[in-house]
């Protein structure tokens, strides 16, 4: 099954300023949305449908953590399917062999998942392959260098989702939108409340689970005052 090819690019729309100077206009932050570790599948297919009409979403990634394969495979050809039919890239945590086998759009792959040359081996230079890099311009650096298709750093905030994590600071955000051209993903206990300050350094995506799933007036709401915080931001830089 050819890999459906969703661009995660970040690309500055140049505009002319009076001086003639070329002033970069920023690009809109996009949502990337991550599974629940676990899920009943038929109750997780209707919010994630929910989530879907809600509006933009450039990114999905499931992330079943400790689940039997055959699992994982279920889940994703019940859910992939609806996310390219939406043109949501449909990406699969930790396994890039799996990943191509189910013609995912991509892998994401961390510190202790497998390298990413050898990743990038098994699934194409036409996927998508994103790296974790939790508070490290280093790790980003050397992410970037090896082609990959964005950077996350986090976590931002404390997550409900994921037990260990890094402390990032904002500040990355602006180092690596400020030096590298490849996208960066910021991730970790983000909500609508507290993702404006994450959008104005200059994430390209927030990487959103428990805020999306667990949001009081439901996934599609969510995604909606997600993409409307996003627009008022944007609108102030
Ligand atoms: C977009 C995104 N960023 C970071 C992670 C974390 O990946 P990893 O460090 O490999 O931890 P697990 O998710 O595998 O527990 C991610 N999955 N997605
Ligand atoms: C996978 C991952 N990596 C760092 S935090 C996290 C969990 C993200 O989920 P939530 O948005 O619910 O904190
Ligand atoms: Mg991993």
Known sequence: ??????????????????????????????????????IDLDSFETAFKEALEGGDVACFQLRLKDRPRDE???????????A???NVAFLLNDD????????????HIGQDDMPFKAA????????????????SKHLAMQAAENGADYVAFGAFFPSTTKDETTR??????SWCSGLI????????????????????????????????????AGPKQAVRDFNRMIDKVIATC
């Open 1 to 38: 099954m050819p890999l459906a090819t969703v661009n995660i690019t970040r690309e500055w729309n140049r505009s002319t300023s009076m001086q003639g100077q070329e002033l970069p206009e920023r690009i809109p932050t996009r949502l990337y949305l991550i599974s629940p570790a676990e």
């Open 72 to 82: 994982i495979v279920t889940a994703a050809k019940r859910l992939m399917p609806l």
């Open 84 to 86: 390219q039919a939406a």
């Open 96 to 107: 890039p062999q799996l990943a191509r086998e189910l013609g995912a759009d991509g892998v």
């Open 120 to 135: 990038r081996e098994i699934v194409g230079a036409n996927a998508i392959v994103g790296v974790t890099c939790k508070n």
């Open 168 to 173: 990032a600071d904002v500040d990355i955000l």
């Open 181 to 216: 051209e490849t996208p960066c993903v910021a991730i970790g206990g983000i909500t609508v409340e507290n993702a404006p300050a994450l959008v104005k350094n200059g994430a390209d995506f927030l990487s959103v689970s428990a805020g999306v799933w667990n949001y009081k």
